[in-house]
């Protein structure tokens, strides 16, 4: 198996690069192309790819662990089954990606864009989304507990059956999401509540 450790890469190309299996260890790349490149199975160990291009790369199977992809772009990327531990991709742009099977493992998701994507049944529990762009993403039966969605945009979303117990929903317009059969903690029913204007006294919550 291959094995890039600490290599360094500033606006390089890797377009159509058979890099499947590879291990990278410690590497940084900076604004580099990674265009319809092959990265099936590679696996990246406190690495950085920030403001990459991966669109249309196959990087279905690929295990990502303690490394950056932020401001990257995935467009039509494969990524099934691909595994994210403990990442940060702040600010990452997926469009049309394949993103079946994905595990999402704790991590930095803030600002990401991920609009209409098909997230249905994924883990997301304690991820951090603030401010994420969800508008229009299929979150049916999504495990969202613990996560943190502080002001993140599910307009249009579609969440039945997602677990939202114990994430963080502040500043989240509750009133506009169609939440037909999502699971909620006491306190954020008690949330849900008073953002359509009932009283309600809680034990749960400071008025």
Known sequence: MTEWAEAEHTEATFDARDLSGVTFVRCSFTRCRFVGARLSEARAEACRFDECDFSHARMNAAHFAASSFSNSTFRGTNLFVARFEDCRLMGATFVEAELGGMTVSGGDWSWV?????????????????????????????????????????????????????????????????????????????????????ARVESPFLDE
């Open 113 to 197: 864009n991920l609009r209409h994507q098909d997230l249905k049944g994924i883990d997301l529990r304690g991820v951090k989304l603030v401010e994420a762009d969800l508008y229009g993403a299929d979150l049916r039966k999504a495990d969202l507990r613990d996560a943190d969605l502080t002001k993140a945009d599910l307009r249009d979303a579609k969440l039945s059956g997602a677990d939202l117990r114990g994430a963080n929903l502040a500043r989240v317009d509750l009133r506009g999401l169609d939440l037909d059969g999502v699971y909620l903690d006491m306190t954020q029913a008690v949330l849900l509540a008073r953002c359509y204007g």
